[in-house]
């Protein structure tokens, strides 16, 4: 028994039907079903009858149920105390960010906390979001902003899409396109190429790809990297170009020259997301707090993407 299971109970027991509490609990039916279906395995006592068309409850499960909501208002009120304990001597939100979004979102976000909750403080880890969701799933951080994987994210955790991320074209300052301020994929063509790695930035590797191949166009790649600045500094250099997200325009060198990357509206190959991650099952007031600030911001910060 743990306690997903017994919140899966109380919801089917508070709907009365196992398809509205999975929507509340943004849960599959199956998976609810599963859920409750293996917390009566374990307890030896039948919680609900199903039929087709209704969902009645025990008395067994009357029973149980009446303790299991005691036993979660105790853990969750357990949680607040403790959580309240490790941050004695201030607040504390251990906040996740992939370093585009800690170049250019992190510092707006945190000058909008300070403004409103003067004592929040906000404890940064800037690292790649194959690196922080399993921080995120351990308990080591409150919230991330991340890049999204090529599956959903981890059925413990809530996501919600901040805002989509626009490619720029770092060129060495000597290349014949380094005088425009906007040039195309097309121009591209002939231009040799460094790609991030896509074991550490797939989201950007794809991307180079991607555009290449809506254009029918074979990208010349000759050179991949693992680490955004050394890219730049490869640019910098003279051994290429290379397609990067907007924000990391921050960090180019002088000796490299950042211009726009013309993408049509509807080119949905060229948008890099951006979203931030929680939890699903920790309450956290100063979490939910600095979650309503990203979102009222995120327009803002849209348009700078």
Same mark, same amino acid.
């Given at each position: 028994?743990?306690?997903?299971?017994?919140?899966?109970?109380?919801?089917?027991?508070?709907?009365?039907?196992?398809?509205?509490?999975?929507?509340?609990?943004?849960?599959?039916?199956?998976?609810?079903?599963?859920?409750?279906?293996?917390?009566?395995?374990?307890?030896?006592?039948?919680?609900?009858?199903?039929?087709?068309?209704?969902?009645?409850?025990?008395?067994?499960?009357?029973?149980?149920?009446?303790?299991?909501?005691?036993?979660?208002?105790?853990?969750?009120?357990?949680?607040?105390?403790?959580?309240?304990?490790?941050?004695?001597?201030?607040?504390?939100?251990?906040?996740?960010?992939?370093?585009?979004?800690?170049?250019?979102?992190?510092?707006?976000?945190?000058?909008?906390?300070?403004?409103?909750?003067?004592?929040?403080?906000?404890?940064?880890?800037?690292?790649?979001?194959?690196?922080?969701?399993?921080?995120?799933?351990?308990?080591?951080?409150?919230?991330?902003?991340?890049?999204? #994987? $090529?599956? +959903?994210?981890?059925?413990?955790?809530? @996501?919600?899409?901040?805002? !989509?991320?626009?490619?720029?074209?770092? &060129? /060495?300052?000597?290349?014949?396109?380094?005088?425009?301020?906007?040039?195309?994929?097309?121009?591209?063509?002939?231009?040799?190429?460094?790609?991030?790695?896509?074991?550490?930035?797939?989201?950007?590797?794809?991307?180079?790809?991607?555009?290449?191949?809506?254009?029918?166009?074979?990208?010349?790649?000759?050179?991949?990297?693992?680490?955004?600045?050394?890219?730049?500094?490869?640019?910098?250099?003279?051994?290429?170009?290379?397609?990067?997200?907007?924000?990391?325009? #921050? $960090?180019? +060198?002088?000796?490299?020259?950042?211009? @726009?990357?013309?993408?049509? !509206?509807?080119?949905?190959?060229?948008? &890099? /997301?951006?979203?931030?991650?929680?939890?699903?099952?920790?309450?956290?007031?100063?979490?939910?707090?600095?979650?309503?600030?990203?979102?009222?911001?995120?327009?803002?910060?849209?348009?700078?993407?």
């Amino acid at each position: 028994m743990d306690l997903r299971q017994l919140r899966c109970a109380l919801a089917v027991a508070d709907e009365m039907h196992f398809g509205r509490a999975a929507a509340r609990l943004e849960m599959m039916p199956a998976a609810l079903g599963r859920s409750v279906r293996q917390l009566e395995d374990a307890l030896g006592v039948k919680i609900f009858e199903r039929t087709t068309r209704s969902v009645v409850i025990t008395s067994e499960g009357l029973r149980l149920l009446k303790e299991a909501r005691i036993l979660l208002e105790q853990a969750d009120a357990a949680e607040a105390r403790w959580r309240k304990l490790g941050r004695k001597g201030g607040q504390v939100l251990r906040l996740g960010a992939i370093d585009t979004a800690a170049s250019v979102l992190v510092p707006r976000l945190l000058q909008a906390v300070h403004a409103v909750h003067p004592d929040l403080r906000i404890q940064l880890v800037e690292e790649r979001s194959i690196k922080l969701i399993p921080r995120l799933l351990a308990g080591n951080l409150d919230l991330a902003v991340v890049r999204p #994987g $090529l599956k +959903p994210f981890h059925r413990r955790l809530r @996501g919600h899409l901040l805002l !989509h991320e626009s490619p720029v074209v770092v &060129l /060495p300052q000597d290349h014949h396109l380094a005088s425009h301020d906007s040039i195309t994929v097309q121009d591209l063509a002939d231009t040799p190429l460094i790609v991030p790695d896509r074991r550490s930035r797939p989201h950007s590797h794809d991307l180079v790809l991607a555009l290449f191949a809506r254009e029918g166009i074979e990208p010349r790649i000759i050179q991949n990297a693992d680490e955004k600045q050394t890219m730049l500094n490869m640019v910098a250099a003279g051994i290429g170009a290379a397609i990067v997200p907007r924000w990391w325009s #921050g $960090l180019v +060198p002088r000796s490299a020259h950042v211009c @726009g990357l013309q993408i049509s !509206h509807d080119n949905f190959a060229a948008r &890099l /997301p951006l979203h931030v991650v929680w939890p699903r099952d920790v309450r956290d007031p100063s979490r939910d707090a600095v979650m309503q600030i990203l979102l009222s911001i995120s327009d803002e910060l849209s348009a700078l993407a």
